[in-house]
C-alpha cells in the first residue's frame, strides 16, 4: 500500500479542485442520458429504468468505481424523472440523489421512422434537476500526519441544481446542459471546490438498407470546465433492428471506449463496454455493462 501512497495523495488534491462525479463515458451518457441532461426526461413514449457501471467488474483496491440507476416517465407534455450516481475513486466517495423534469414542445409527427428504431418525436425539450450530493474523503486513511490537509476525514452534502436543453428530430439531435449550475455554492465545507461542467453534444441518425435496417450514428460530446482542458468525445454506433448494436468511441485524453450490446423481448438492452487507456495512466483500463427496461412497445417503437 506505501508504494500506492504518492499516487493517492497527488489525487487528492487534484480531487478538491473537480467536480466531485467522474466525467461520464461514452456508455454511460449515451444510454443513460438524464444523468447529464435532464432535457432527456420523458422524451420516450414509454417509461425507462436503466443501471450502467464501470470498474466494477475487474476492480482491485483503489480502483476508480462508477454507477448510475435512474428511472424516466413520460406524461403528455412533461417528463419526471430521477436517479442516483455513485462514484469511488481512492478514499473519494461521491453518491448524487437528483429528481429531473422536463416541458416539451412537440413541432411534428414523423411518422416514417421504422419501427424498430424508435426514432424518438421532434421536439424541443427544456429539462431542470435538483439534488443533493454526498461528499466524503476518508482522509485518516492515508495515514498521513503532520500535515493538516490530512487531519480529519470530509464528509459533507452539498444541494446542487442543473439545467439543460434538447433538440430532436428523425435524423438529427443536439443538447447543452450543466448538472450543476450553482457548483459548490451552497456547500457548507470550505474546503471543496467543485468546478461546474458543461456539456455540449449532436448527433446524426443515418437509416440504411432496403427495408432501413440498420442505423448508423455517429455523435460527439464537449465537455468544458474552468481549469481542466476541454476533452472531446467522439463516437460511432452501429444498430441492427434494435436487435444488435456496437460502437467505438475516442475521447481527446487518450482514452478508446468499445461497445458490444443486444436485446432481450423488445424490452430489455444489455451492454458490454470496454475503456482502453491507450498512456499511462495510474487509473488504467477499465469495462462495464449497461441493463436497461423500456415498458409498453419498448425499444422496437409502435407496430
Not at 35 to 63: K, M, Y
Not at 68 to 74: A, D, F, H, N, R
Not at 228 to 238: A, E, V
Request: proline fraction near 4%.
Amino acid at each position: 500500500m506505501k508504494k500506492y501512497i504518492p499516487i493517492i495523495c497527488c489525487f487528492v488534491l487534484c480531487i478538491a479542485n473537480l467536480y466531485a462525479q467522474q466525467t461520464p463515458l461514452f456508455s454511460d451518457y449515451n444510454y443513460n442520458t438524464i444523468i447529464i441532461n435532464p432535457a432527456h426526461t420523458g422524451l420516450n413514449e414509454d417509461s425507462e429504468i436503466a443501471f450502467t457501471n464501470r470498474g466494477l467488474v475487474d476492480a482491485f483496491d483503489g480502483t476508480p468505481k462508477y454507477l448510475s440507476l435512474s428511472v424516466s416517465i413520460p406524461k403528455d407534455y412533461s417528463g419526471f424523472g430521477g436517479g442516483i450516481l455513485r462514484d469511488e475513486i481512492g478514499v473519494t466517495t461521491s453518491t448524487h440523489f437528483f429528481a429531473s423534469y422536463a416541458y416539451k414542445i412537440f413541432l411534428s409527427q414523423d411518422t416514417n421512422v421504422p419501427r424498430w428504431h424508435n426514432g424518438n418525436p421532434h421536439v424541443l425539450s427544456f429539462g431542470i434537476s435538483a439534488g443533493i450530493l454526498q461528499y466524503a474523503e476518508d482522509l485518516l486513511d492515508l495515514n498521513i500526519t503532520n500535515d493538516i490537509n490530512f487531519a480529519q476525514n470530509i464528509n459533507t452534502s452539498i444541494p446542487t441544481i442543473g439545467a439543460g436543453f434538447l433538440y430532436n428530430e428523425r435524423n438529427f439531435y443536439v443538447g447543452l446542459a450543466a448538472p450543476n449550475i450553482v457548483g459548490d455554492l451552497l456547500s457548507s465545507e470550505k474546503n471543496i471546490e467543485l468546478v461546474v461542467p458543461y456539456y455540449a453534444y449532436g448527433g446524426y441518425k443515418l437509416y440504411m438498407g432496403s427495408q432501413q435496417e440498420f442505423l448508423l450514428k455517429p455523435n460527439a460530446l464537449v465537455i468544458v470546465s474552468e481549469g481542466s482542458p476541454t476533452q472531446i468525445d467522439m463516437n460511432l454506433f452501429l444498430n441492427y433492428k434494435s436487435k444488435l448494436e456496437a460502437g467505438i468511441g475516442y475521447r481527446t485524453n487518450s482514452l478508446v471506449n468499445m461497445l458490444v450490446g443486444f436485446y432481450l423481448f423488445n424490452n430489455v438492452r444489455i451492454n458490454y463496454t470496454y475503456n482502453v487507456a491507450l498512456n499511462n495512466s495510474p487509473l488504467g483500463s477499465s469495462q462495464g455493462f449497461s441493463l436497461s427496461y423500456r415498458a409498453g412497445n419498448g425499444y422496437g417503437g409502435r407496430r
